[in-house]
């Protein structure tokens, strides 16, 4: 009985290979062989050519026909492969993924990002290697926050890391299963973040920068740096919508020193300074105090030179202030806080719940004082202040 197959190809077989075919069919009757030539025989009507007869008892032996079986099979086979779905073969997400959520500008948070991705690395986690990391700016546009915190939660992040108080809260207003890392929150209990530093709960935890604490320790200082200056002053403060004000965690010292204070509703701008500054002169203040506040350190430039422009000495809890012209800064390093929430995220990354790591404050503080800009004030920083000064800027 014949069996035999015939791959299928792309183009009709010659006439030397259906001549093969015949020749090697052996027909045990006469009969079953006419109808093989006939079968054989090209559409054409062309003739097949014969070969040797002994060729036909050699390549019987051969078992041609179960290699033709394993050809059909290896393109069966190979057919199915290319046809799988590519679904089929999907990998899981190789890397953790981390949002980062902002309230300012990518360049804003220039220092921030880098200290940031140094401690990172310094925890074995790479940015593009082995942890990708989507960003997220408001471009000092607060009411943007929630859609982008939503919008790191859709991608499914691992873990949030959100910069200060105003992220820290629509990350947390996002989503309560999510690990949120806060990055330098002035007073995370306060503002309804965690229930304790030392057991936080939930899904938040962090550092916080505790500037508004430091509020009072800020302006005695700026007193002492301005003999003669009496225990009242401006405040100029930016009010953000659904964030407690910081009034709620500032010391006593602070509230007995600055008698006039000049709030902003909403985004800040060129012209809302102008007002606050002429509220503060009819108020004939003699100093200023500026919050460690993301949006009005993001337009420090401008306050800056209101600022000399009103011959005020000011001061801030933020170390860029004094950098960039003003009197004195007093309060922790954000860019070491930010160094330090990576050792939270790698923690979380590496299986740790957020509400078993306490909240970490600063320990550490720097006193900046900028000597240039107390000559244009026309001051005199007495050499007790230059003495306790981490940094003077000459």
Not at 9 to 34: K, V
Not at 183 to 188: I, L, S, V
Not at 322 to 344: H, I, M, N, Q, V
């Amino acid at each position: 009985m014949l069996t035999r197959c015939v791959a299928a190809s792309a183009s009709p077989p010659s006439e030397r290979d259906q001549a093969r075919l015949f020749d090697t069919a052996a027909p045990a009757d006469a009969e079953l062989r006419a109808n093989l030539e006939r079968s054989a025989r090209p559409a054409s009507g062309g003739r097949v050519r014969r070969t040797n007869p002994m060729m036909r008892r050699t390549t019987i032996g051969r078992r041609r026909g179960d290699r033709v079986k394993r050809w059909d099979f290896i393109t069966l086979l190979g057919g199915a492969l290319v046809s799988w779905p590519v679904a089929t073969f999907a990998q899981p997400r190789s890397a953790p993924l981390v949002g980062w959520l902002s309230p300012n500008s990518r360049a804003f948070d220039t220092d921030f990002r880098n200290a940031f991705l140094q401690g990172l690395h310094e925890q074995g986690y790479d940015e593009g290697g082995n942890v990708v990391i989507e960003y997220r700016y408001a471009d000092e546009h607060f009411e943007r926050l929630p859609e982008l915190a939503e919008e790191l939660v859709r991608l499914r992040s691992d873990v949030i890391v959100a910069r200060v108080t105003a992220a820290s809260l629509a990350a947390k207003k996002a989503t309560s299963t999510t690990p949120i890392v806060m990055d330098g929150t002035a007073d995370p209990i306060g503002a309804g973040l965690v229930a304790s530093l030392a057991r936080p709960g939930g899904n938040v935890t962090g550092t916080s920068s505790i500037s508004d604490q430091l509020a009072g320790k800020a302006l005695e200082l700026l007193r002492d740096a301005v003999p003669g200056l009496h225990p009242c002053g401006g405040v100029v403060e930016s009010c953000q919508r659904g964030i407690p004000s910081p009034d709620a965690g500032a010391d006593q010292g602070r509230r007995q020193f600055a008698r006039n204070r000049v709030a902003g509703a909403g985004g800040i701008n060129p012209d809302e300074f102008d007002e606050a500054f002429r509220a503060i002169d009819r108020e004939h203040a003699q100093a200023l105090d500026l919050l460690a506040d993301p949006m009005l350190l993001s337009h420090q430039g401008p306050i800056i030179s209101l600022a000399t422009k009103a011959r005020l000495p000011s001061v801030t809890g933020a170390r860029g202030y004094a950098d960039a012209g003003g009197l004195l800064s007093y309060g922790p390093s954000f860019t070491a806080l930010s160094r330090r929430t990576a050792f939270y995220v790698a923690r979380i990354l590496k299986g740790t719940a957020p509400a078993d790591l306490p909240v970490e404050q600063p320990t550490a503080f720097e006193l900046v004082v900028n000597l240039k800009t107390a000559k244009a004030l026309g001051l005199t920083v007495p050499p007790s202040i230059l003495a306790r000064a981490d940094e003077v800027i000459e």
